[in-house]
């Protein structure tokens, strides 16, 4: 207990005296906070991936011979090379590990670009391809002459999943930015 006085304690002390010692910088606190939350910005994208994975797995097994009667009678629609492309976006996330783990301002900025151009341009390629669609259904709301799976608007369908990639990709970067500015300020602190 603090408040008890003991042989190795002053007298007129009780232990709190150094309790202003005991303060983090804050730049390691936002250091830190980021760092957690990237890594989950960086498992919501795993998720996502996972997701595609499963829209592309009909493709997949066409290019490898491999015939799955459960899975050709979904009727995926074929994929397009947006698809394939933002997947390749996830290999990004080693470069996002790989900063947050060594601190590396250079890996996270690359981590930054790639996301951006691997992450955003796929989705900013998808909204448009889509937008025909979309705003056919939300402002007629007739679905013949729109692109259909399973009774369900094609273009609708992916504008969720842009949705939800695009809040993913937006907090990385938030957090990588976030990041850099903590990282970049503990470096001018040891400078002086």
């Known amino acids: ?19 202003h010692r005991q303060k983090i910088a804050t730049h390691y606190q936002i250091s830190a906070t980021n760092k957690s939350r990237l890594k989950y910005c960086i498992f919501f994208h795993y998720l996502l991936f996972f997701v595609m994975l499963a829209k592309l797995s009909a493709d997949i097994l066409d290019h490898l011979d491999i015939f799955i009667l459960e899975i ?4 995926i629609p074929q994929p397009l090379w947006w698809e394939y492309i933002w997947c390749t976006s996830l290999l990004l996330s080693f470069l996002g590990l790989s900063a947050l783990k060594k601190t590396k301002i ?25 937008f025909k669609d979309v705003w056919t259904y939300l402002t007629v709301g007739e679905s013949e002459d729109i692109h259909l799976w399973q009774s369900l608007p094609y273009g609708v369908l992916w504008y969720g999943f842009i949705l939800l990639a695009s809040q993913v990709h937006s907090f990385s970067l938030y957090f990588s930015w976030n990041l850099l500015v903590a990282w970049k300020m503990r470096g001018a602190k040891k400078m002086d």
């Open 72 to 75: 050709e009678e979904l009727q």
């Open 106 to 130: 250079k890996t996270l900025q690359k981590y930054m670009i790639g996301i951006i151009l691997l992450g955003y341009g796929p989705l900013l390629y998808a909204i448009v391809y889509y």
């Open 1 to 19: 207990m603090a408040s008890k006085v003991t042989l190795s304690q002053t007298l007129g002390t009780d232990g709190n005296d150094y309790s």
